[in-house]
């Protein structure tokens, strides 16, 4: 069964401390997301990639930075962690085109919910 | 003004009764159309996409208006298993290919037996 992987489902960090969330998935896609989800805000991305070592801004990238060294591993770096950071995160996967993303859609893992006190 | 919007909820329906949802989105540039399925403490699920002649796929309809910017679902003969968040979700075509999903904060459904 294909899927995305995200490395924990319930963590807690101190403020000012870096968080490293890891996602990981088995599908050969290009694409890979990181969003969060806060109640009444709904899914609101922060980082893309597109590819190996490429990356671009989503809509509140502020506070977060992201890495793609392979292309089955998306990494989510919070760099100094604040209580506003306090969130459900999603990662999720698709393949390149639309008749692949109208089809299949995008896989999301199944979340890493962050508390940061 | 929010990208993609719908009605919160929470719409609670009996069993058997149809239950429509709307969504409205603000660019009109959108390529394509979706509705996914989020349950209670779980991730988000491709429920169908939405085609502009409009598609159904068993109970479930949706269509789309390009005109008046809005997508909409229709569920007949709602089962309690529907219970759910129903997120709208718009596609931005970026380039080469590559797209960008936009969500709604979605509208909760309860079916009650």
């Known amino acids: 069964d294909v899927k995305v992987t995200q490395s924990s489902r319930y963590l807690v960090k101190r403020t000012g401390e870096k968080v490293f969330l890891e996602c990981v998935q088995d599908?050969?896609?290009?694409?890979m997301f990181w969003y969060r989800q806060d109640p009444g805000l709904g899914l609101r991305l922060i980082y893309f990639?597109?590819?190996?070592?490429?990356?671009e801004k989503g809509d509140i990238p502020e506070g977060y930075s992201v890495s793609r060294e392979k292309k089955e591993r998306f990494s989510l770096i919070l760099e100094s962690a604040s209580t506003n950071q306090t969130s459900m995160y999603l990662c999720?996967?698709?393949?390149?085109?639309?008749?692949?993303?109208?089809?299949?859609?995008?896989?999301f893992g199944s979340g890493t919910r962050l508390t940061v006190v | 003004r929010k990208e993609v919007e719908q009605d919160p909820g929470p719409f609670n329906v009996p069993e058997g009764a149809t239950v429509a949802f709307n969504c409205t989105y603000s660019?009109?540039?959108?390529?394509?159309f979706f509705w996914y399925r989020q349950d209670c403490r779980k991730e988000p699920k491709l429920l169908m996409s939405?085609?502009?002649s409009g598609n159904e796929d068993g109970r479930f309809t949706a269509q789309l208006n390009r005109a008046s910017q809005y997508i909409s679902l229709l569920i007949r003969d709602s089962k309690l298993s529907d219970s759910a968040t129903y997120l709208c979700?718009?596609?931005?075509?970026?380039?080469?290919?590559?797209?960008?999903?936009?969500f709604g904060t979605g509208t909760r459904l309860t079916i009650i037996p």
């Open positions: 999720a996967s698709s393949p390149t085109g639309t008749w692949k993303v109208a089809n299949y859609g995008y896989t």
């Open positions: 599908m050969d896609h290009e694409n």
């Open positions: 990639s597109y590819d190996v070592k490429m990356k």
């Open positions: 660019n009109s540039a959108s390529q394509s």
């Open positions: 939405v085609y502009s």
């Open positions: 979700v718009v596609n931005e075509d970026l380039n080469f290919g590559n797209e960008k999903l936009t």
